[in-house]
């Protein structure tokens, strides 16, 4: 049996409209590997098309296999 946990990670909007993550998810990473999370996927929805496709959040997925 597997336990999962869902980081969100907000989009900032740059000068030139380019979406960046306002924090250092590196490190989000890397914390829960140390805590014995895994790293199943990074999932970025689309909002619409009339703003480019662009997401303006991602989540972080991460598993741990439970007793």
Same mark, same amino acid.
């Given at each position: 049996?597997?336990?999962?946990?869902?980081?969100?990670?907000?989009?900032?909007?740059?000068?030139?409209?380019?979406?960046?993550?306002?924090?250092? #998810?590196? =490190?989000? &990473?890397?914390?829960?590997?140390?805590?014995?999370?895994?790293?199943?996927?990074?999932?970025?929805?689309?909002?619409?098309?009339?703003?480019?496709?662009?997401?303006? #959040?991602? =989540?972080? &997925?991460?598993?741990?296999?439970?007793?």
């Amino acid at each position: 049996m597997y336990e999962y946990k869902f980081h969100r990670i907000n989009l900032q909007t740059s000068l030139l409209r380019s979406k960046k993550p306002g924090i250092d #998810y590196h =490190e989000i &990473i890397r914390d829960h590997a140390r805590q014995g999370w895994r790293l199943v996927q990074i999932f970025a929805p689309t909002v619409s098309i009339m703003d480019g496709g662009t997401s303006e #959040y991602f =989540e972080l &997925i991460f598993e741990k296999e439970t007793n």
